[in-house]
């Protein structure tokens, strides 16, 4: 069965895998032990004719032993899960991270906001979110101005660790990566953080995995894990995009001022050809 997992692409995962299959073969056992005492039961004491059936209180001795193992074995994996656990959920373990970035969930799309060229997010204020800025981006600050926002479909690099601050606009959804063994509520009004590394370039599914309305089934995007080459030159291409449409006054005034100069000289020209007029009609 655990050969059907999408593949693993994450550190973390390795030891998701393992833990999981851990769990998966002591159910296994348990169950196989649990049916093969029902069988036995089920033939040694059937119904035969001239035995008569009889009452059985019990006995305390294997009641307790049959609570205490199955409380040994829950705490005991807890206990060899909760490190793993702390790396991959604690918010106050949170990995020195070399990509940041902000996603939001909403009905039914996922957005995602990089720092611009400064590598400053801008300020996030709710009562500026709108189907426009779904981050609730401060237009007065100035490190939110080249922020990048896209939407689904978006890159990140192999080889480093990505941190991401997760919400949502509306209801809750959940940012689930199976190829990286990482799921996490998107709640409304908080901001969680989630990481995760990835060693293999590909393209892997984002889904949604908690039921948010009838468009749930599509709420679905695609992260383009890269090289940090390709990475950068994307990013890059990006941020020219975003720089350019930051400076259309600029651009404006930089093509009109020559053509202004050139308006200002024929005027000249002009009172200098009336002026010489003048003096040859005076003569």
Not at 86 to 91: C, F, G, H, S, V
Not at 185 to 207: H, M, N, S, T
Request: with cysteine.
């Amino acid at each position: 069965m655990l050969d059907y997992f999408p593949e693993n692409v994450s550190s973390v995962g390795i030891e998701h895998d393992e833990l999981f299959a851990l769990i998966y073969y002591i159910c296994v056992g348990i169950f196989v032990l649990v049916n093969v005492v029902l069988l036995v039961f089920l033939i040694k004491y059937r119904r035969k004719k001239g035995v008569r059936a009889y009452h059985f209180h019990g006995d305390n001795l294997v009641e307790f032993v049959w609570t205490l193992l199955p409380t040994v074995l829950f705490a005991g994996l807890g206990f060899y899960s909760d490190d793993l656990w702390t790396r991959m959920k604690y918010q106050d373990k949170v990995p020195q991270a070399d990509v940041e970035i902000d996603v939001m969930g909403q009905q039914f799309l996922w957005h995602i906001r990089y720092p611009g060229p400064d590598g400053v997010f801008g300020d996030k204020i709710p009562a500026e979110m709108s189907s426009s800025n779904p981050f609730g981006i401060d237009p007065k600050d100035p490190n939110g101005k080249d922020d990048l926002v896209v939407q689904n479909t978006f890159n990140l690099p192999i080889n480093k660790m990505i941190v991401v601050h997760l919400s949502s606009v509306d209801v809750l959804h959940s940012f689930f990566l199976p190829n990286f063994r990482i799921k996490n509520d998107a709640v409304p009004g908080l901001w969680i953080d989630v990481w995760f590394d990835c060693f293999k370039a590909g393209k892997y599914e984002l889904a949604c995995a908690e039921l948010c309305g009838s468009g749930h089934y599509a709420m679905r995007g695609v992260v383009n894990m890269q090289s940090e080459e390709d990475y950068n030159t994307w990013l890059q291409g990006k941020y020219d995009a975003v720089t350019a449409s930051l400076q259309p006054e600029n651009s404006t005034a930089e093509v009109a001022s020559p053509a202004a100069e050139s308006t200002e000289a024929a005027e000249e020209e002009i009172v200098v050809e009336e002026s010489v007029t003048e003096e040859e009609a005076a003569h």
